[in-house]
């Protein structure tokens, strides 16, 4: 019962993500991505075909955009068993998002395992007035709805996909400090 | 009026017939108060005052899956199934128990309960082990919900209401009579579902064992599996444990629980299951070896703490932070 004690200053909520290991044991190994130009996925999927057939691997061309994504994704897994294996790739924003509509659809979070994100940019949810941003590269980022000035923090909601903006020069709105790039 | 959920219900047994060969049916009416609905999965903990083989006083406490509708309040029912090697509990309840008795139940308490938004309910039962899933059948029937029951039992000894279910359900349920060499293949059954489904298991070691098996197997997520898996305590040593704060000395004889002694001797713990599952009993462990029977402590945990409701002593003697 008494675990070690570690001071570790990252922040906890921001997600890590380790080298993804193919589950062969599953029945059916599913592989997705918005379009065809994660390597890592595609050699992985090469090499799944080779363990286990062409007849248990699938891969999916979903979209990004939420809604389209829902509806495809719910076809193209309609008849998937209960025991699939399913390996995400793609931005950080998007593999949440297909991750999120693969739970809401009946998966396991266990099942579903994404690659590390193909991009640094990130989805920044604006604390003030609730917009939400694709694609920030920098901080602060300059708010697409109420203009305020964001620092750009490593707080992530998993349900959103999405980092948090706070304003970062609310004392002083003159103060307009350097951007700098996310990593 | 109706009981409220904290204090235990006496009851009168007002109904007892076999269904099966060697399970019996108690139907069960609160005596002072309406008794309180419950949710599907529920047991209740009966009160059982009675002796042990040396003519010792002695009261077991078995828990028992409600089976009726959970939305019927006017009577609980219960089904016991005659254990081999019993240590008292079932034995009393076939040969002591009958019509106009009263009882003590503690009020339902629930660790099995059917996750709603799974889009397909898989329910697996062996044996007695049908019991919560009769308190599941009126609910996600009137859910509309998709499910399927598969019932293995060896018909010379139980396979309770497999009948009326059959005429029922109809295709939703299969029953498998080992005793006729019907065989419920596990391997084909999972492998079949689809994405979405739940399974819950209910039934003998042999039968959670096949589903754990074959799921890993397959590659299933443990998070889409439910067991429900209390086991009564099963006898063992006699041992004697220590009270760290008082220094008092509890003996437990071979054939009653580590909890059980402790109650007897005046000594409160609380618990819901009695069978090693919900870790409410958990209780510190100062000195001693435990032999750990319980299915909630992990490795790391069993250094430091038992679960009294079922795990005993290797070492003659434990010293308890109690
Ligand atoms: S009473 Fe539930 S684990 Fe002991």
């Given at each position: 019962?008494?675990?070690?004690?570690e001071?570790?200053?990252?922040?906890?909520?921001?997600?890590?993500?380790?080298p993804?290991?193919?589950?062969?044991?599953?029945?059916?190994?599913?592989f997705?991505?918005?379009?065809?130009?994660?390597?890592?996925?595609?050699?992985?999927?090469?090499?799944?075909?080779?363990?286990?057939?062409?007849?248990?691997?699938?891969?999916?061309?979903?979209?990004?955009d939420?809604?389209?994504?829902a509806?495809?994704?719910a076809?193209?897994?309609a008849?998937?068993p209960?025991?699939?294996?399913?390996?995400?790739?793609?931005?950080?924003?998007?593999?949440?998002d297909?991750?999120n509509t693969?739970?809401?659809?009946?998966?396991?979070?266990?099942?579903?395992?994404?690659?590390a994100?193909?991009?640094?940019?990130?989805?920044?949810?604006?604390?003030?007035?609730?917009?939400?941003m694709?694609?920030?590269?920098?901080?602060?980022h300059k708010?697409?709805?109420?203009?305020?000035?964001l620092?750009v923090r490593?707080?992530?909601?998993?349900?959103?996909?999405?980092?948090?903006?706070?304003?970062?020069?609310?004392?002083?709105?003159?103060?307009?400090?350097?951007?700098?790039?996310?990593? | 009026?109706?009981?409220?959920?904290?204090?235990?219900?006496?009851?009168k047994?007002?109904?007892?017939?076999d269904?099966?060969?060697?399970?019996?049916?108690?139907?069960?009416q609160?005596?002072n108060?309406?008794?309180?609905?419950?949710s599907?999965?529920?047991?209740?903990?009966?009160?059982?005052?009675?002796?042990?083989?040396?003519?010792?006083a002695?009261?077991?406490?078995?828990?028992?899956?409600?089976?009726?509708d959970p939305?019927?309040?006017?009577?609980?029912?219960?089904?016991?199934?005659?254990?081999?090697?019993?240590?008292?509990?079932?034995?009393?309840?076939?040969?002591?128990?009958?019509?106009?008795?009263?009882l003590?139940?503690?009020?339902?308490?629930?660790?099995?309960a059917?996750?709603?938004?799974?889009?397909?309910?898989?329910?697996?039962?062996?044996?007695?082990?049908?019991?919560?899933?009769?308190?599941?059948?009126?609910?996600?029937?009137?859910?509309?919900?998709?499910?399927?029951?598969?019932?293995?039992?060896?018909?010379?000894?139980?396979?309770?209401?497999?009948?009326?279910?059959?005429?029922?359900?109809?295709?939703q349920?299969r029953?498998y009579?080992?005793?006729?060499g019907?065989?419920?293949?596990?391997?084909?059954?999972?492998?079949?579902?689809?994405?979405?489904?739940h399974?819950?298991?209910?039934g003998?070691?042999?039968?959670?064992?096949?589903?754990?098996?074959?799921?890993?197997?397959?590659?299933?997520p443990?998070?889409?599996?439910?067991?429900?898996e209390?086991?009564?305590p099963q006898?063992?040593?006699p041992?004697?444990?220590?009270l760290?704060?008082?220094?008092?000395k509890?003996?437990?004889?071979?054939?009653?629980?580590?909890?059980?002694?402790?109650?007897?001797?005046g000594?409160?713990?609380?618990?819901?299951?009695?069978?090693?599952?919900?870790?409410?009993?958990?209780?510190?462990?100062?000195?001693?070896?435990a032999?750990?029977?319980d299915?909630?402590?992990?490795?790391g945990?069993r250094?430091?703490?038992?679960?009294?409701?079922?795990?005993?002593?290797?070492?003659?003697?434990?010293?308890l932070?109690?």
């Open positions: 019962m008494t675990t070690p004690v001071i570790d200053d990252r922040v906890k909520s921001r997600p890590q993500y380790g993804v290991k193919l589950q062969t044991s599953q029945q059916q190994q599913v997705v991505s918005a379009d065809a130009n994660s390597a890592t996925l595609q050699q992985m999927f090469d090499e799944c075909t080779d363990i286990v057939g062409p007849d248990r691997c699938l891969w999916l061309t979903i979209s990004a939420k809604a389209t994504m509806t495809e994704l076809t193209a897994t008849a998937l209960v025991a699939t294996a399913i390996y995400v790739s793609g931005d950080e924003s998007y593999m949440w297909v991750r693969l739970i809401r659809l009946g998966f396991a979070p266990e099942q579903i395992q994404m690659l994100p193909l991009s640094t940019a990130r989805r920044l949810f604006c604390t003030h007035c609730y917009t939400v694709e694609g920030v590269t920098h901080t602060p708010c697409e709805g109420c203009g305020e000035l620092l490593d707080h992530f909601s998993t349900l959103m996909g999405s980092y948090v903006g706070v304003s970062i020069n609310a004392e002083d709105p003159s103060e307009i400090p350097a951007p700098e790039a996310l990593s | 009026m109706s009981l409220n959920s904290t204090d235990n219900y006496q009851v047994v007002v109904a007892i017939r269904v099966a060969p060697t399970i019996r049916e108690f139907t069960l609160g005596i108060g309406e008794l309180t609905p419950f599907p999965g529920a047991h209740v903990v009966v009160a059982m005052p009675g002796e042990t083989a040396e003519g010792k002695k009261t077991w406490k078995n828990a028992y899956s409600l089976l009726s939305r019927d309040s006017s009577t609980y029912k219960i089904a016991v199934r005659l254990q081999d090697q019993s240590r008292g509990g079932s034995v009393f309840m076939h040969t002591r128990v009958s019509e106009g008795d009263i003590e139940i503690t009020p339902p308490a629930n660790l099995f059917p996750y709603w938004r799974a889009q397909k309910h898989l329910l697996i039962a062996g044996g007695v082990g049908i019991t919560p899933f009769m308190s599941y059948l009126p609910e996600l029937q009137r859910a509309g919900a998709n499910f399927e029951l598969h019932y293995s039992y060896r018909g010379n000894q139980t396979g309770a209401y497999a009948a009326e279910l059959q005429q029922q359900l109809g295709d349920v029953c009579d080992a005793d006729a019907e065989r419920l293949q596990l391997a084909e059954l999972l492998k079949q579902q689809p994405r979405g489904t399974i819950y298991v209910c003998p070691e042999l039968l959670l064992d096949g589903v754990r098996q074959n799921a890993a197997l397959l590659g299933y443990d998070s889409l599996i439910h067991f429900e209390f086991a009564a006898p063992g040593e041992f004697s444990v220590t760290e704060s008082s220094g008092q509890v003996d437990v004889g071979a054939d009653e629980s580590l909890l059980e002694a402790l109650e007897a001797s000594v409160k713990v609380p618990n819901l299951c009695r069978g090693g599952v919900c870790g409410q009993c958990v209780t510190k462990l100062v000195d001693g070896e032999e750990h029977r299915a909630f402590l992990d490795d945990e250094q430091s703490c038992i679960m009294p409701c079922v795990s005993r002593a290797k070492s003659k003697g434990l010293v932070g109690l």
